[in-house]
């Protein structure tokens, strides 16, 4: 398949890769790796990417996965996409992992696992938060998952396997192209067909949330302020320490902001709100931080 010349770590996720012959004068390093794909860096980039943070790596390496699994062509890492490294909101996270699920069960067959995928592949910095993506993809209904006992060389006690629902098969098959049409199908409606409704007190500034992502039977008689929540969010970061990375600050920022967005959709989703406070607590740690968190998680009802 490849022209290999070596073996060598990979730059990213420090897996074996083969190091294949360079295309370019301009490129140092040419590599496969199992877990990232195949892809180039430039010298430049390559020293760039010497001084970078493992948060940095995690969002190349989900780069270079996507455009070689769906393009087969090699990305070409260049300082600017060091430079320009984001993470992506917890909604397309759910896009793009239930997008692939999707193409390889088609490879397979209906009810297939689908076993050896990788965090980084799907924008995670480790395995607890990938089975988090996981987990929030059964509460709605795309997959099932299949929990086995990992061998002694695996790192993790247990191996999550995911299988693909029949609905969800159907549903990518009459065409989910991109996060809105994905947040419409599968947001706003649960698979067995039967509407989310949602109660919004006219003239107030208030929604109901219903109990859980997974399956919504009812509506909550517990309305939420959403005046209050801004409030809560405002405070939060407010709280975030001048000492953190701008990396950091701006991840923050962003799923705080995703929050104030989801509870304003018209089927706000528990799961999804819940996860995405989870990562906030996993992404700064100081203690003003954390007692403004905790008035979040207190506001939607969830222990801390």
Do not use: W
């Not at 002694?152 to 809105?180: C, H, K, Q, W």
Request: include cysteine.
């Amino acid at each position: 398949m490849f022209d290999t010349i070596g073996k060598t770590k990979c730059l990213l996720c420090s897996e074996l890769a083969n190091v294949l012959p360079n295309q370019s004068q301009s490129v140092v390093t040419h590599l496969y790796c199992k877990n990232c794909g195949e892809y180039n860096i430039t010298m430049q980039a390559e020293l760039d990417l010497e001084s970078c943070k493992n948060d940095i790596k995690y969002i190349l390496s989900s780069q270079i996965f996507e455009k070689y699994y769906y393009e087969q062509e090699p990305l070409t890492i260049l300082t600017e996409h060091i430079k320009n490294a984001k993470d992506i909101p917890l909604l397309e996270k759910l896009f793009k992992l239930s997008k692939y699920l999707y193409h390889e069960t088609k490879k397979k067959s209906l009810g297939s696992k689908i076993d050896d995928i990788s965090c980084s592949q799907f924008y995670c910095r480790t395995d607890d938060e990938f089975i988090q993506l996981l987990e929030t993809l059964k509460s709605i209904n795309i997959i099932n998952i299949v929990k086995k006992r990992g061998t002694i060389a695996d790192i993790r006690p247990y191996i999550y396997s995911p299988i693909m629902t029949v609905n969800a098969m159907l549903a990518f098959d009459e065409g989910i192209a991109n996060v809105e049409d994905f947040k419409k199908v599968f947001m706003n409606t649960k698979t067995d067909g039967n509407q989310i409704y949602l109660n919004i007190p006219e003239g107030k500034n208030q929604f109901n949330i219903a109990t859980n992502g997974a399956t919504i039977n009812a509506i909550q008689n517990n309305s939420l302020d959403i005046t209050e929540l801004n409030t809560l969010i405002e405070n939060a970061v407010k709280s975030l320490p001048q000492n953190i990375s701008d990396e950091k600050r701006e991840e923050a920022t962003e799923n705080l902001e995703f929050i104030k967005t989801e509870i304003q959709n018209s089927n706000p989703r528990k799961a999804i709100i819940k996860n995405t406070l989870l990562a906030l607590k996993a992404t700064v740690t100081t203690a003003g931080f954390f007692a403004s968190l905790a008035k979040i998680f207190e506001f939607f009802g969830f222990k801390f």
